[in-house]
């Protein structure tokens, strides 16, 4: 049996935060995802936002770790050399009773230690903004923007790289509790951790319920977003929020500016049974443009490339607002539940809290020598010319480009399959390089990536999945002359 001191349960943002910060001291660590790569699920379904910290009750333990890691992931991101954007908010109203829920949102984050922010007049609004359509707005300097996949796939990589052991494909199936150990069973094999941190998620009710802890349930709410094209970045510059609904729990439709200049719309806010269920519907989809229309009427469904949802791990069913849950519940069992939004802003300072929880009993070492940085290969979209012409001098592969729309290299593709943590499916080669993320969705490079899988790793075809199980491409080949295979 595999013997760890610490095992995590969930591959996301906030697992793989921990991971790392506990890489930086003398242990055994084992972080266990049960999907075919790290943020596959919630983390890497959202706005890509980075919150100031002015949305959440004061007093609360998510406004404390929202304001702490707001203020942490600039350093973070560039000490794994992950692209971060502070570009700013705006959060408008559009009529004057709407100017006194700014106030309430000003006076919120002040209490939690927000800067900067100010109430702007119309005016103003159109000297930042000049499309947004508003009387007043709250705007919050400290706000940002950064790509969840990169941050989520730069933690996971920096802590490998300081001897943590992350298994993809292993699913959490049951969790014995021995009196010194908790033995975990899953698909590839049984693991013993002296101490078991549950970051799962959408199913921290579920893995809660294995150790004996019945008292949580997760309300999975979806939300749906558009993608528009690069071509419509000029639209706006940063964050731009209505008043939030007060019957939905969320934030309300948003346009939010991506680091890669894309403009997302969403998300939408409906709780749903399944938590498994990412679909996408007509009605809301056509909700979304007319929502975002009243605050930038501009916005036009023709620049729409791309639709997806993503599903926050809710603690209450009817919105309303419900705080963090991170404690040592029992005896060396941490458990996280309820981590939705702002996840992605406060997973620094979660790991941090976590790490504080362990070591008021454990007694930690650190390492002589911890790696806390980590450099990302180049990406030839982002270089000059003189650039890519040496990076093309030493090899030949970075001078075939697979993907039109992103940039994309024939040597990118190669490095993107060889990633360290052994992910092996067409969406990882998509996260880690954008290939496909584009305007024609990978209608040109996805044959282009399958023929490079073929003739650089000799990869059948027929195994291949888009994402991770039942997610096949092909079933069979249309001819087999002279082993010349079609799909």
């Known amino acids: 049996m595999n013997i760890y001191d610490f095992a995590i349960i969930g591959g996301g943002v906030v697992g793989c935060a ?81 100017i006194k829920y700014l106030e309430k949102l000003k006076r919120q984050g002040e209490k939690n230690g927000v800067v900067g922010l100010r109430i702007i007049d119309k005016e103003e609004i159109r000297e930042l903004e000049p499309r947004v359509n508003g009387i007043k707005a709250l705007y919050s300097p400290r706000s940002g923007i950064l790509d969840p996949f990169e941050l989520t796939i ?207 009993k454990k007694s930690l070492e650190r390492k002589e020598k911890f790696k806390e940085t980590r450099r990302r290969k180049p990406r030839f979209s982002e270089l000059n010319e003189e650039e890519r012409a040496r990076l093309i001098g030493k090899d030949k592969r970075y001078s075939e480009i697979i993907c039109r729309c992103e940039l994309v290299t024939r040597r990118e593709i190669i490095d993107s399959w060889r990633n360290p943590l052994n992910a092996r499916s067409l969406n990882s080669i998509k996260i880690r390089t954008r290939a496909g993320m584009g305007r024609c969705q990978g209608s040109f490079c996805l044959p282009r990536i399958i023929d490079i899988l073929r003739e650089e790793f000799n990869i059948d075809p027929l195994k291949l999945t888009l994402s991770c199980k039942d997610s096949e491409m092909f079933f069979d080949y249309t001819r087999r002359e002279n082993e010349n295979h079609k799909c």
């Open 18 to 98: 921990i991971a790392r910060e506990l890489a930086r001291y003398k242990a055994e660590i084992l972080l266990l995802e049960r999907e075919c790569d790290v943020c596959f699920g919630t983390s890497g379904r959202n706005s890509g936002v980075s919150h100031a910290g002015f949305y959440i009750p004061p007093n609360t333990l998510k406004a404390k770790l929202n304001v702490l890691g707001n203020r942490m992931l600039p350093t973070l991101c560039n000490e794994l050399d992950v692209p971060f954007r502070e570009i700013g908010k705006l959060v408008v109203a559009k009529n004057d009773d709407e």
């Open 154 to 360: 730069a933690l996971a990589e920096n802590a490998m790289e300081n001897g943590a052991d992350i298994m993809l494909n292993c699913e959490v199936r049951d969790i014995h509790v021995r009196e010194e150990f908790f033995e975990l069973k899953t698909e590839r094999g049984d693991f013993r951790a002296e101490y078991l941190i549950n970051s799962s998620g959408l199913s921290a009710d579920e893995i809660s319920r294995m150790v004996g802890i019945e008292k949580y349930k997760i309300y999975p709410c979806r939300g749906e977003y558009h993608v528009l094209d690069k071509n419509c970045s000029d639209i706006v510059k940063m964050l731009i929020y209505p008043v939030p609904p007060s019957e939905s729990g969320g934030l309300g439709v948003h346009l939010t500016p991506t680091v890669h200049g894309n403009l997302m719309l969403g998300p939408s806010a409906e709780f749903i049974l399944d938590k498994e269920d990412l679909s996408t519907t007509r009605e809301v989809m056509e909700d979304l443009i007319r929502e975002a229309k009243e605050i930038v009427p501009g916005i036009n469904a023709s620049g729409i490339i791309r639709s997806f949802s993503g599903i926050r791990p809710k603690l209450n069913k009817n919105g309303k607002f419900a705080d963090f849950v991170i404690k040592e519940e029992i005896e060396r069992f941490i458990n996280l539940v309820g981590i939705e939004s702002p996840g992605l802003t406060a997973a620094p300072a979660i790991a941090k809290f976590v790490l504080n929880i362990i070591r008021k």
